[in-house]
């Protein structure tokens, strides 16, 4: 998933970085100037998308709103839409050539994996994506001349980063062969290739299915659930991964389609590496190395690994006491949390305390690095949910805090899960100032002064991590919700004594 072994400046999107050479890689995207934090960096509408199965019959497949008054498709009664321009929508990018053969095309991807429900949803999404990667790329007489001729090893066709097509072409292929089923009887029913390239038509689609795996994007709402399957060639071709990126991937619904921003999530020097992460980076080290290594075929040697590594002998915590366990905890929280005693909150409105500032593992003192055991953030999140859900406002807030402290040290400040986890924290903190306020004035100050805290690092972060113009779901984006519970908690700290 990366880019041109020459430095280049690449067309149209060479504002702020440009491809350079890596000794390792085959390229670097480094920046071109200072880039400070929440600036957007790229844009770039998927060539196709398919949303996720949970996401099917709920949002239109033509411009991905969420619409509960959606039309099915009559015919194959696989698509649904909004009106007859989303539909003409569809009809013109992929449903004109798909839909009459999509009955055929289920039953025959049923019979190829044997019945199992799971195998054939994926293979649908994968053979979906793959079909209407096709229809789009031969739409045009540019790309029927393109994709016959780089179906070398490697494409002897110079890199375009204007043609889709082009960039899709010189994307790596997969270390194993596709996960799916390549149609190959399908091609000549979404193409219209020349002679020529029908006949190569199977070494064409499996060119294609290649380099599916490894460079597609998951992509995900502002609520972190999925949303679509997506084709970014170029976004692919240029970023490489780090577990401490510099950069955030999110996704906008806009007019054109499905729309991936990179942005920055720290301020990024002149000639720093732009990267994203492939995985999520809080998973514990050895997965994020097998993930990596299954998908990407390449071992991770970012600066997190490399300090996780060294560190891998403290982050166990089996010899440790449960008593010892909460002390390490606590002293985690007080190193990553800047709360304020009660004696320094004052009545007047708030000076809130800023955005935390996340730490690298090797940062850390060793007392609080068994907080970093593999499987200590699963359950202490569990933990959050539990009491949380259960009316247990005390737990819910003290487990909520530890996993807070945790998210700053696995991601970055300005990370998305760091801003939606301030937000429960918050609200779990207004659930106990509700439920079990402080006996003392100064104690319920300072409950809601955590709660403000929370909700404001919470607003500032998701600012620069999420949609700005939403992602078709929820009416009201999680900016927005955050701005009125702010609003509320800050009226209730006015009204005390």
Not at 64 to 80: A, G, H, R, T
Not at 140 to 166: G, H, K, Y
Request: hydrophobic share 40%.
């Amino acid at each position: 998933m990366a880019a041109e072994t020459n430095d280049r400046v690449v067309p149209g999107i060479d504002q702020y970085f440009r491809m350079a050479k890596h000794p390792t890689r085959r390229s670097a995207a480094r920046a071109l100037r200072d880039i400070p934090s929440g600036l957007t960096i790229m844009t770039e509408t998927a060539v196709t998308a398919v949303l996720a199965d949970d996401q099917r019959g709920k949002r239109c497949d033509a411009c991905f709103k969420v619409n509960p008054k959606l039309i099915q498709c009559p015919k194959c009664k696989e698509v649904w839409y909004c009106d007859d321009q989303c539909l003409q929508r569809l009809r013109d990018a992929h449903h004109t050539r798909l839909c009459p053969s999509l009955e055929v095309l289920l039953n025959a991807l049923q019979a190829q994996v044997s019945g199992d429900a799971e195998a054939c949803r994926l293979a649908r999404k994968d053979v979906l994506l793959l079909l209407q990667l096709v229809c789009t790329l031969y739409s045009t007489p540019e790309a029927q001349d393109i994709i016959p001729r780089v179906v070398t090893d490697p494409p002897t066709q110079p890199l375009d980063f204007d043609n889709p097509a082009s960039v899709f072409a010189h994307l790596l292929p997969a270390k194993d062969p596709p996960r799916f089923p390549v149609p190959y009887p399908f091609f000549p029913v979404v193409s219209d290739a020349p002679r020529a390239g029908q006949r190569h038509r199977d070494k064409i689609l499996l060119y294609l299915a290649n380099r599916f795996h490894n460079n597609n994007f998951g992509c995900w709402t502002s609520d972190m659930e999925p949303l679509a399957d997506g084709i970014f060639p170029v976004a692919s071709r240029v970023f490489n991964h780090s577990c401490r990126p510099n950069c955030v991937i999110i996704y906008e619904i806009t007019p054109k389609g499905l729309v991936l921003e990179v942005k920055a999530v720290r301020r990024i020097a002149k000639d720093e590496e732009l990267t994203i992460s492939y995985v999520d980076p809080a998973i514990w080290l050895g997965a994020r190395r097998s993930l990596l290594k299954m998908n990407y075929d390449f071992v991770c040697d970012c600066p997190k690994c490399v300090a996780e590594g060294e560190k891998k002998l403290y982050t166990s915590s089996t010899w440790l006491t449960e008593e010892e366990m909460v002390d390490a905890g606590a002293d985690l929280m007080k190193l990553m949390l800047p709360f304020p005693p009660e004696q320094k909150v004052t009545p007047q409105r708030p000076l809130l305390a800023p955005v935390p500032i996340s730490r690298g593992i090797e940062e850390l003192p060793r007392n609080v690095l068994p907080m970093f055991n593999s499987t200590n953030l699963p359950k202490v999140a569990q933990r959050f949910s539990d009491a949380a859900h259960d009316g247990e406002h005390s737990a819910a807030v003290s487990c909520g805090k530890l996993v807070l402290a945790i998210y700053l040290v696995h991601y970055t400040s300005f990370w998305p899960m760091v801003g939606l986890h301030c937000f429960e924290l918050s609200k779990a903190m207004w659930n106990e100032y509700v439920a079990a306020p402080s006996p003392t004035a100064t104690g319920r100050r300072q409950q809601l002064f955590e709660a403000l805290c929370c909700a404001e690092w919470g607003f500032h972060i998701l600012g620069v991590s999420v949609a700005r113009n939403g992602d078709g779901g929820s009416s009201i984006g999680p900016t927005e919700e955050i701005h009125r519970f702010r609003a509320h908690v800050l009226a209730e700290w006015k009204s005390l004594p």
